[in-house]
Each structure stands twice: as structure tokens, then as C-alpha cells.
């Protein structure tokens, strides 16, 4: 069973996603606002993050930050902001997953499923992978740049375990995505466009010449040890 915090202050749509998501199996806290959401975090721990942006006391997205903080639990934000650049802020935040107003019901629970199966994942026997500038430990989930411990986030980890599988290797987009963020996913490349940008900025050298992560564009992605 997975304990699911759904933030949102319409209680109509609250009530609805309550139940959707009791009826598939799911254990369901609810928060009206951003400062009972940041409670509700804290006292009771779920394993997935429904999060409106929308709230009446403060922006999601500072929920957002102030989770990433202290949490890699799994976010899926919900937002009727439809333009691309506040999608990119929330990823660039730490959302795991970006829905739009109004959606499917069954498409929020598909992507609720493909987020706990990310939860159970683990890391495949990968191991350690080392650089002559930082470290990956993808058994412990520890990343050390130039001697200094570093904090990766869930979707970072899962994004280099996919690269690191065949060091040199493309992985096209459309194989990053479905292993990443799963099945129902193959065309929000802008996704990946975000989280190789920020593991760029944690990992290279120097960011803007990346010698790891490359990009082949239109195609994909490479990871060069």
C-alpha cells in the first residue's frame, strides 16, 4: 500500500482523488493549504506527493522547494498554468511529473502507478561508477564531486542509472523517458532537457562543456566516464 498526500485546496477534486485512489489500493491524507501540506509531510510521511500549485496561503512551487529540502519523496504537480515555462520551473524544483487542468482522472492514476513502481525500483546492480572528477554509489545512493558529498535527487539517480547501464552508449529519448518516468511517457522531451541541465550543474566541471553527460541532439542522451 501506498500513502499518497493529495494538496489541493477545491474540495470537489480532493474528494475525487480520494476515492480514485482508495478504490485502487492507495492510503489517502489530504491538505487543504501549503502550511498543513509541509505538516502533513512531516508528521506522516507519504511515499507520494499529489501537490496543486494553487493553494490559497502560498505558491506550490514554495511547498515544492521547502520539500526538496528535506525530502526525495515523489511529486506529481497539478497546475491549470498550461505554459512551459512553469512546467520547467516545477521540474527544475524537484516535481517528478507535471499534470495539467483539467486531466483524466485515470491518467493522474496512471502516473501515480508509474511513480510507486519508481519507488520500489532499485538500482538494477550497477553499483559504483567513478570519474577522474566525481563518484556515483548507486547502491547507497551517494554522489561525491571533487571529494564533496552532493545531494541527487530520485529522478536524478533514476536518469543516470539509465546512462550508466552502457557507458558510451546512446539512449534515445524516447527509452530515457519510458525507463525514467514510465510506459506512458515518450514525448515530453523538455523533461529531459531540465534534468540533464541540472545534473550538468552538479556533476561537470564545467557545466556549459559537458565531457559526461552529452546530448545528441534529436536523438538522445550519452554518458561518457
Request: charged content about 25%; aromatic content about 4%; overall charge negative.
Amino acid at each position: 500500500m501506498i500513502r499518497v498526500l493529495v494538496v489541493d485546496d477545491d474540495p470537489r477534486l480532493q474528494r475525487t482523488l480520494a476515492i480514485a485512489l482508495r478504490a485502487h489500493g492507495n492510503e489517502v491524507v489530504t491538505a487543504n493549504d501549503g502550511r498543513s501540506a509541509i505538516q502533513t509531510i512531516h508528521e506522516d510521511s507519504p511515499q507520494i506527493v499529489i501537490l496543486d500549485l494553487g493553494l490559497p496561503d502560498m505558491d506550490g512551487t514554495d511547498v515544492l522547494k521547502h520539500l526538496r529540502a528535506t525530502s526525495t519523496v515523489p511529486v506529481i504537480v497539478l497546475s491549470a498554468r498550461h505554459d512551459s515555462d512553469d512546467k520547467i520551473e516545477a521540474l527544475d524544483l524537484g516535481a517528478d511529473d507535471y499534470v495539467t487542468k483539467p486531466f483524466g482522472v485515470e491518467e493522474l492514476l496512471a502516473r501515480v502507478r508509474a511513480a510507486a513502481r519508481r519507488v520500489g525500483d532499485d538500482n538494477r546492480g550497477i553499483g559504483t561508477l567513478a570519474t577522474a572528477h566525481f563518484m556515483l554509489d548507486f547502491t547507497e545512493r551517494r554522489a561525491t564531486v571533487a571529494g564533496t558529498e552532493i545531494r541527487l535527487t530520485p529522478t536524478e539517480w533514476r536518469l543516470l542509472e539509465t546512462l550508466c547501464r552502457e557507458p558510451g552508449h546512446l539512449v534515445t529519448q524516447q527509452e530515457l523517458l519510458r525507463s525514467v518516468w514510465g510506459p506512458a511517457y515518450g514525448r515530453e522531451s523538455n523533461y529531459l532537457r531540465v534534468y540533464a541541465n541540472q545534473l550538468r550543474r552538479k556533476l561537470e566541471p564545467d557545466p556549459a562543456n559537458p565531457a559526461h553527460l552529452i546530448t545528441e541532439p534529436g536523438l538522445g542522451y550519452r554518458f561518457n566516464p
